[in-house]
């Protein structure tokens, strides 16, 4: 009997809950994938709606991982600067065949080091963020650069597993995962990113991130400035 495909999906507060279930529904159909939720601790954490996710593994006890995946949302802000995940994710980075991240947790691979030399995706609007660490910013909806595979805003996160099956067990097994899930994206309006979106638009919803954004510029400096000690 083949041994499973280890997937693991950090967990942690205030996360954008859809950066990891869009993915983990496409991989969990994956013939042989085995998924993991990997947090600190084991105790439920709270997404940014409010949707409760229970990790199934800690740091300590996680096996070697061959996928390992970081999601974005707002509570990753204080990961660029905590230890103790970076540390678990170099430490899996090391053994893992792919090294993924989708929306804003391609900036915690990047805190980590994993992202030097590489072309990445992020969200739009901390895409400036990746030159920070060495990376090299691509606005695509997903970008793969040797073993590490990226995925742009939330979203992307489905068409980032959908590449990443057909890497794995090939384009077949991928489009029928796509077909069972009916991914057959008609969005009602042309306003998904800013270069189809309304300007003011942009500008407002640009406006509303703002202390965000601030807050993470300045735990992307400070990771940065660690990376070069």
Known sequence: MPDPFRIGF????DITQLDLTGPYEVFAQ????ELHLVWKTREPVK???GLMLTPTTTFADCPQLDLVCVPGGGGMNALLTD???????RRQAKGARYVTAVCTGTLVLGAAGLLKGKRAATHWMSMEFLKHFGAIPANERVVIDDNVITGGGVTAGIDFALRVVAEIAGDAVARAIQLAIEYDPRPPF???????????????????????????RAQVERAANALEK
């Open 83 to 89: 230890t103790e995940t970076l540390d678990f994710l």
């Open 47 to 49: 997404g940014s709606g």
């Open 30 to 33: 994956m013939p042989g994938a």
């Open 190 to 216: 042309e306003s998904g990113h800013p270069r189809n979106a309304d300007p003011k638009l942009v500008e407002a919803v640009t406006a509303r991130a703002a202390p965000r954004q601030n807050e993470r």
């Open 10 to 13: 950090l967990v942690f507060p």
